[in-house]
């Protein structure tokens, strides 16, 4: 505070002078181009005969040297009036600046949510406060997305991670223990630690999309799904699954790695959460100044008043959090992450004959309007 408050007068000092200059420089500009043409013009006067134009009134008048010398004096008065009226502006100009200071000083990483709110009028500060607001905004989401991710992990890597300490410690008391019984401990060591392995990549995933879009390219949805399908259709035929397609043109922009994992996270969720000989669909389209990306898959019945959890991180139908086929509950959560950060819009209806049914609405063309 103490360091800043001299840089502040500074430059209010600066602005007064400024301003000040200006007005003497109106006042001289005024003598110059006023005063001294009048003395001229009555030098020019022969003496004893007034000029034809001139008017004559009753009175002294005044003359040259009293008109040059009420100039001077008024030129010299003009100076402190001139300071004192450039300090008054220069510190009426700065207040929002020193508002703006002020505020974003008491904006801390525990302290985010204050804003600058800044309203009219609508000039180059209250754009710099409206800037300001939106890098805030921007920090708060990366703050907020690291405490949930840290949340998150350590809430869910304490089971398996204590599993494993178990299965090892179980191990080494046994004296008894052979190779065969060692082998298979260290099989389902192996196991455990892919499953954590595979729950760090989701929840990096996860905090990635919470944090924003940082990157905006051109992109065409349909591409995107092209690829996901293509390394998925393995999976699919393994479990029964017919992966049906109906892909149009849809460009929108984003980030291409957050949109492909909503894709992909989209997919995956609608195989999982499926049944022997059911389907998938997926379809991309334009309609009017929105491309749409439509997820379909059959499945088990969904209570629609279920839906909206299904999209919060770790909650899901299935009693069993930790069985491979059930996931890890963050999938939808992905896909609800990456859909805010993008701006779009996600609906989802449970299907009558079960099953779920995702559509993700995004700006069709190029994002005009960059954070």
Known sequence: MTLQTPARRSLQTRLALAYAAGIYAAGVFVVVFVSVPLVSIHAATPKGRPSSGAITEPGPGISPPQLLMGSAVALVVLIPVALALGWYVAGRFLHPLRAITATAKIISAGNLHRRLDLGEPTDELTELGHTLD???????????????????????????????RTLLEVALADPDADTDTLRSVCQDALALGEHQERLVRALLALA??????????????????????????????????????HLTPAVTAGDPGLIESLVANLVDNAIRHNHADGHVKVTTQTSGTQVALTVTNSGPAIPGNQIQ????????????????????????????????AHHANLTASARPEG?????????????????
Request: charged share 20%; proline share 4%; net charge negative.
């Open 208 to 245: 990635t999309s919470e944090r924003g879009v940082t990157r905006w390219d051109a992109l065409d949805l349909a591409h995107v799904v092209e690829g996901v399908l293509a390394s998925r259709r393995g999976q699919a035929t393994e479990a029964g699954i017919d992966l049906a397609e």
């Open 134 to 164: 939106d890098l805030f905004a921007r920090l708060q989401a990366s703050f907020d997305a690291q405490r949930h991710f840290v949340a998150n992990a350590s809430h869910e890597l304490r089971t398996p991670l204590a599993g494993l």
């Open 309 to 340: 959890r299904l999209f919060q991180p770790f909650q899901k139908l299935a009693p069993d959090r930790h069985g491979h086929r059930d996931g890890y509950g963050l999938g939808l959560a992905i896909v609800h992450a990456v859909t805010q």
């Open 355 to 371: 099953g779920l049914s995702v559509t993700v609405w995004f700006a069709h063309g190029p994002h005009q309007d960059l954070p």
